[in-house]
């Protein structure tokens, strides 16, 4: 005996029903799923540049996967000893984060995180810096993968970074005549003090042989000893003689 139609239709519907409720919750959860992982993802993107800022590198090597360090030998322990070193050694301060962005990856286990950094060193504000990694799921949890770009882009493992200081070289000050009137060097200053000097034609044979040694002329010398603030015990400057032994 045939059911009537109608219980057949229902059975249909209800069928029908519960298939398409299957299909909203597996899509429900996808969706939630998706949701919960782009949150997560972000939220260790934000811890991660926000230790940074702190300076709380320490809690920094936390917010990447362990995989990620092992891949290049550190430990967490390792990784913030090494940020406290370069970033210490050259005195990094005031670290600012932009355009920090974080997108899905080439699968549902992976995000890519892109952000820019400026800050200052003990020689002034360097130029911002871009950097790039990829955020991946670590035993359930989402960390950053770290490499060590992320302290300074280009750098790898071994590098180390030294500040050092160059003293600024003066340059000589010339005239409109090209004779330097202020230089850099070593230097000694030639002249006479008149009490050491003899009386009479000792005096000018002194005075001519001092002429030819300084290549300075007798007019010149006797122009120098005639000054009104020149005393017998004064040493009276006659010529700078540049890069003299040290």
């Known amino acids: 005996m045939k059911q009537p139609f109608y219980k057949q239709r229902s059975w249909q519907i209800a069928i029908a029903a519960i298939i398409l409720l299957l299909i909203a919750a597996i899509a429900l959860f996808f969706i939630w799923g998706n949701q919960s992982a782009d949150k997560k993802a972000r939220q260790i993107a934000e811890d991660f540049t926000t230790d940074l800022k702190k300076a709380d590198y320490k809690k920094l090597s936390e917010t990447m996967s362990v995989k990620s360090l092992k891949s290049y030998n550190f430990t967490a322990e390792k990784v913030a000893d090494k940020y406290e070193t370069v970033y210490g ?5 005031d670290i600012s984060v932009k355009n920090l962005e974080v997108k899905p990856g080439k699968n549902s286990r992976t995000y ?43 750098m790898v493992a071994d590098d180390k970074v030294r500040l050092t200081t160059d003293e600024a070289k003066r340059g000589d000050i010339l005239d409109r005549n090209g004779k330097k009137l202020a230089t850099m060097g070593n230097f000694e200053e030639a002249g006479i003090v008149p009490e050491q000097l003899s009386d009479g034609s000792a005096k000018d044979q002194e005075l001519k042989a001092i002429s030819e040694k300084l290549g300075v002329s007798l ?28």
């Open 112 to 154: 890519d995180l892109s952000y820019e950094l400026s800050m200052r060193t003990s020689l002034g504000k360097l130029r911002t810096q871009k950097y790039a990694a990829t955020i991946s799921n670590d035993k359930d949890n989402w960390k950053v993968d770290w490499n060590p770009g992320l302290i300074f882009p280009g």
């Open 89 to 93: 050694g050259i005195g990094v301060k």
């Open 219 to 246: 007019d010149e010398i006797h122009a120098a000893l005639d000054q009104k603030w020149v005393k017998a015990d004064s040493f009276v400057p006659l010529k700078t003689i540049l890069d003299a032994p040290a």
